[in-house]
């Protein structure tokens, strides 16, 4: 009889893991370990162009993805470091938009949301989007008219293959980029601060050096 409890026991644990493995499996999986600092160094470095960019009178809209649902510990140790930086500028946010996405499509912000956000933001504020960068149709773009509001992006990965990126600078549709690096130096030491991570892993793209960025990552794209 003392057998037969313990058992049943031992199959009722058994059941209950399997039902909570289950569910983790459903919702994404177990997250493996990540490196945080080139993550933490990505949102540092948008938080510091924005602030450059912003203008008195202006405010900060962000525009992340949702991880409610479908866990992404990248985006959220880069938009917690976003957020330090700018409390630590006594800066805040109007608002952070947190879109759900298709993890089986591209990661894109649907071009009418932002157009809506680029067109009824205050002169002199700072949009922060990452998730890329507008993506609009040219009817979209003249529609728009002048744009007197800031647009900083996470355009990491495939994003510069994807869309031209001194296309948007020339349409005003970008004022800082933030892109994965190709040619990642090796080191044995590991870098000590914030900017030496941001400059091991990613490059800043703005127009005033746009051609030259471009040009040094189709240099290095295998």
């Given at each position: 009889m003392?057998?037969?409890?313990?058992i049943q026991a031992l199959?009722s644990?058994v059941?209950l893991?399997s039902v909570i493995?289950?569910v983790i499996?459903?919702?994404?999986g177990?997250?493996?370990?990540?490196?945080?600092?080139p993550?933490?160094?990505?949102?540092w470095?948008?938080a510091r162009?924005?602030?450059s960019?912003?203008?008195?009178g202006?405010?900060?809209?962000v525009?992340?993805r949702?991880?409610?649902?479908?866990?992404n510990?990248?985006?959220?140790i880069?938009?917690?470091s976003?957020k330090k930086?700018m409390?630590r500028?006594k800066?805040?946010?109007?608002a952070?938009q947190?879109?759900?996405?298709?993890a089986l499509?591209?990661?894109e912000?649907?071009?009418?949301d932002f157009m809506?956000?680029?067109?009824?933001?205050?002169?002199?504020?700072?949009?922060?989007s990452?998730m890329g960068?507008?993506?609009?149709?040219?009817?979209q773009?003249k529609?728009?008219?002048?744009?007197k509001?800031a647009?900083v992006?996470?355009?990491?990965?495939s994003w510069?293959?994807r869309?031209?990126?001194?296309?948007?600078?020339?349409?005003?549709?970008?004022d800082?980029?933030?892109?994965?690096?190709?040619?990642q130096?090796?080191?044995a030491t590991?870098?000590?601060n914030m900017q030496?991570?941001?400059?091991?892993?990613f490059m800043?793209?703005?127009?005033a050096n746009?051609?030259?960025?471009l040009?040094a990552?189709?240099?290095?794209?295998?």
């Open positions: 003392r057998n037969r409890k313990v199959a644990l059941t893991g493995a289950m499996t459903l919702r994404g177990f997250s493996p370990g990540i490196e945080s600092q993550h933490q160094a990505a949102g470095s948008m162009q924005t602030l960019l912003l203008k008195p202006g405010q900060v809209l525009i992340t949702d991880t409610t649902e479908f866990k510990p990248a985006t959220d880069q938009l917690a976003f930086e409390r500028a800066v805040s946010l109007s952070v947190a879109l759900q996405t298709d499509r591209p990661m912000v649907p071009s009418g809506n956000w680029i067109h009824n933001s205050p002169e002199g504020s700072v949009i922060v990452f960068p507008p993506v609009l149709s040219a009817p773009r529609q728009l008219g002048e744009i509001t647009i992006a996470f355009c990491p990965g510069p293959d869309i031209s990126l001194r296309s948007l600078f020339e349409q005003d549709l970008l800082a980029a933030i892109v994965s690096r190709r040619n130096p090796s080191s590991k870098p000590h030496a991570w941001f400059d091991q892993n800043l793209v703005t127009a746009v051609g030259d960025q040009a990552l189709e240099k290095h794209t295998p």
